[in-house]
């Protein structure tokens, strides 16, 4: 099996997608290509991560346009760019 470092990752990218992290690479003054990869992560995961507006805790986007608080339980749903509580449990 083959594990998921982001060496392999770069690898994997076709040469357009190389020039464009090279590119991103001078851009945000990075060492490696490497190190642009793990940034390009970081905001991933950062675009993933929703603010429930019910607790403030952070929730699980569970598809394009909800998530649910796995803090207060609240389900989310994405309505004009907000995340609004549809479901609120006891
Ligand atoms: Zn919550």
Redesign the pocket.
């Known amino acids: 099996m083959s594990d998921q470092s982001t060496d392999k990752m770069w690898l994997s990218l076709t040469n357009d997608e190389q020039e464009a992290v090279s590119a991103l690479q001078q851009e945000m003054g990075l060492d490696s290509p490497d190190a642009v990869m793990h940034a390009l992560l970081r905001q991933a995961a950062q675009r993933a991560l929703v603010v429930?507006p019910?607790?403030?805790?952070s929730?699980r986007k569970t598809a394009d346009d909800a998530a649910s608080?796995a803090?207060?339980m609240?389900v989310l749903h994405l309505s004009d760019g907000l995340w609004q509580v549809i479901t609120l449990q006891p």
């Open positions: 429930c019910s607790c403030g805790h929730a608080c803090e207060c609240s």
